[in-house]
Structures are given as C-alpha cells and as structure tokens.
C-alpha cells in the first residue's frame, strides 16, 4: 500500500510568483484536503476535494485553489505569492465514508517566498 | 466557535520519566479526537484516536489519551519516554460541518538522556 506522496520537497519562489504543488493519495483513498503549516503553529485547513469539486473550504483567500484528478490526486495552486505563505504545505487523503474521515498525512512541501 | 488549545509550548522531560502532555477542545457536539506527532521535517503521523465508546484509548509507541467530557480534555500520556519521542505533538479535533480537523498550537517535546 503506498502512502500519500507530495512533491515537491522543497521550493523557493519570489514574491508575486505563482506555485503549484502535487499530491498524490494513498491508494483507495478518494478525498484529498490541503493544511498550511506556518511555522511554530498548527496545520490550518486551506480546503478539500471529493469526487473533483472543492468541499469545504478553511479562511484562506481565492487565491488558493485547488484540483483533484480522476485518480483521486491533487494539486495546490497559489497566486500572487506574498512572504507570508512561506510555509509548509500538507496534503491528507482519506476514504469518505462516514465521518470522522480518519486523515493520512504526506511529508509535505516547505515552500519559502522571498 | 470550534477550537483547540495545548497550553504548554515546550515541554523537557528526562529519558525514562512519565509524561503527560495537555489539549482542552471546544466543540457543541460529541467530538472526534486526534494526536498526532511530527519529527523535524516530516509530516504528520496519527498517534491515537478517539470516536467513541472507552474513554481510554491506547495509540502506536506506548502512547495512550483519556477522553474526559466534563473538563473537555483529550490529555496524551505515556509512562516512560524514549529519546525517541522528542518531537512536536499535535492535538486536533474532526469538524464534520467543514470535513477538517481543527489542530492545536503543538507543544514540542525535548527529551533529555
């Protein structure tokens, strides 16, 4: 069974950038949502994905976005890079069957903006 | 509104000693509880989880948390830490209305030899 997967590790991009990030589910698994980790805080929810439509989306602004792909895997998308989303980028899958939605974590991606 | 907190930033404990690390919740419903742990540079691992039923839940690594609803704690204990253990542990509670888990600040753990 192969876990979630997300690449890539590291990333430098400068402020005013765009950057895309990719995650790939653990197998079975048909739900993909997406943290931000600022560091010394806890992952906040940016949002999820089910069945390729966004479902449920945490405070972060449209600049965030999102897709799923048929094969359950997932991709971040941020605009208009500012120094504040320097961070690390965690992707979770899960199976959705009924809650709680037991939540499987990938290494994450440290993207730094400068 | 929904939260999570562990009071306690950092906490140092010597190798071998017992260790009690705090989350307090707030949620209207009957919440489902999570600790996971993060090693530097890694993601995040599920330690224990509790949904229902025994309040006492044993987890992976000799880990274990007491649900106790009346003082909305979800506390993780361990009875003899390794050098092992020395990392940042989370507390989360499961938001059904938004499907997310809602963590705490973490509290990191140094152990001493």
């Known amino acids: 069974e192969t876990g979630v997967t997300q690449s890539p590790t590291h990333l430098i991009k400068t402020r005013g950038q765009q950057v895309t990030l990719r995650c790939s589910s653990q197998?079975?698994?048909?739900?993909v949502s997406w943290y931000q980790q600022a560091l010394g805080q806890g992952p906040q929810f940016i949002f999820q994905y089910y069945r390729e439509e966004e479902n449920g989306r945490g405070n972060f602004p449209p600049r965030f976005s999102g897709l799923q792909f048929p094969n359950y895997s997932s991709e971040l998308n941020v605009n208009a890079l500012e120094l504040d989303d320097s961070a690390l980028y965690l992707c979770?899958?899960?199976?959705?069957?009924?809650?709680?939605?037991?939540?499987?974590f990938g290494p994450g991606t440290r993207l730094t903006v400068t | 509104a929904q939260s999570v907190t562990q009071p306690d930033i950092h906490i140092t404990v010597s190798e071998g000693a017992s260790l009690e690390l705090r989350c307090n919740y707030s949620y209207g419903a009957t919440p489902y509880l999570f600790w996971y742990v993060q090693s530097p540079g890694q993601g995040l691992q599920l330690l224990l989880k509790?949904?229902?039923?025994?309040?006492l839940v044993q987890g992976i690594k000799g880990f274990e948390a007491e649900f106790k609803r009346s003082q909305s704690s979800f506390n993780l204990r361990k009875p003899s830490v390794h050098w092992s253990d020395a990392a940042e542990y989370f507390c989360?509670?499961?938001?059904?209305?938004?499907?997310?888990?809602?963590f705490g600040a973490g509290t990191r753990l140094a152990v001493h030899p």
């Open positions: 989360a509670v499961f938001s059904g209305g938004y499907n997310k888990l809602i």
């Open positions: 197998s079975g698994h048909n739900t």
């Open positions: 979770a899958s899960s199976l959705r069957t009924s809650p709680p939605y037991e939540q499987y």
């Open positions: 509790y949904f229902s039923g025994d309040t």
